[in-house]
């Protein structure tokens, strides 16, 4: 192909900058979605591998409560408090027992303040930040921490959904973005593993939510599909940028042919 962007006079280069523009906007408003629509969805803050999971391959959240006590977290807790604790943790009446004698060695609220609050505490002056960024002091705190449940996957209509609208349009732009940035003048060699990278991002992003059906170790390659495509894509668009503004435009490409 003969034709270079570069060739294109003011107006043309004007449009085609702006619309790289709302690309950009676009991109913006892909990464925003994903963060208020997944964040919580493994009910934890914060956008992890998790909501990832929770979202395409459903996700079973143990207790952060239960799997510390069990991994041996504090080192300094009895082995009859530690076996109380997970008594009451693994019980149907989390909420009422918290308070209740009846369950083990001394209720779990006594429990934790004389064993867990020295360092989970809004009050604990001298603990790790890491630990007091778990706080133990309230019911409400434990609650939050002690819920062990299953979060659903999308239903199957949901992803053929998002499927529908984001793989052919989705792959129809990368195409369009692949031409403009074949009429740079920058080496092929850039534009062809670009493009590669667009490609093969796209598809192991978006072939991986349906993947993620039979396990969810797909997570990683919907993600980091993701990325590539995203920074790829990203890196398309300014090649283009520069190409349509950088000197040898126009006027010096006319009078040298
Ligand atoms: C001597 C201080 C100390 C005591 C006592 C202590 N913790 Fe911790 N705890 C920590 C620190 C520090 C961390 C952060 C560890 C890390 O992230 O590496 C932590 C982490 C945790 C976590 C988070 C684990 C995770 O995977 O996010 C839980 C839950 C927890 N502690 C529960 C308890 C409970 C319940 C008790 C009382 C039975 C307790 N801790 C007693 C210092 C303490």
Redesign the pocket.
């Known amino acids: 192909m003969n034709f270079r962007l570069r060739q294109l006079g003011f107006l043309w280069r004007l449009g085609l900058s702006a619309l790289i523009f709302v690309f950009f906007i676009g991109f913006f408003a892909s990464a925003a979605h994903m963060w208020f629509k997944y964040e919580n969805r493994d009910e934890r803050p914060g956008l992890t591998l998790d909501d990832v999971k929770a979202q395409y391959s459903g996700l079973e959240t143990v207790s952060?409560?239960l799997?510390?006590?069990r991994g041996g977290?504090?080192e300094?807790?009895k082995g009859p408090d530690r076996e109380t604790?997970i008594k009451w943790l693994t019980g149907d009446k989390v909420a009422e027992n918290y308070d209740s004698i009846d369950i083990g060695s001394a209720a779990p609220s006594e429990?934790?303040a004389t064993?867990?609050l020295?360092?989970?505490s809004r009050k604990a002056t001298t603990?790790?930040p890491?630990?007091k960024a778990?706080v133990?002091d309230y019911a409400d705190d434990i609650k939050k921490?002690s819920v062990t449940r299953k979060i659903n996957a999308a239903p199957i209509k949901i992803k053929a959904n998002s499927t529908h609208a984001h793989a052919p349009a989705m792959a129809t732009m990368s195409v369009v973005i692949g031409l403009l940035v074949l009429c740079t003048r920058w080496w092929r060699w850039i534009g062809g593993l670009l493009m590669a990278a667009v490609g093969i991002g796209l598809l192991a992003d978006i072939g991986s939510w349906w993947l993620s059906e039979y396990s969810d170790r797909w997570a990683i390659a919907i993600v980091v599909g993701g990325m590539v495509y995203n920074v790829a894509t990203t890196l398309q668009l300014l090649l283009v940028l520069a190409d349509l503004w950088l000197p040898g435009g126009r006027g010096e490409q006319s009078s040298k042919s």
């Open positions: 952060p409560l799997t510390s006590l977290h504090p300094t807790l604790l429990i934790i064993s867990c020295q360092c989970h603990a790790d890491k630990a778990i133990l921490l």
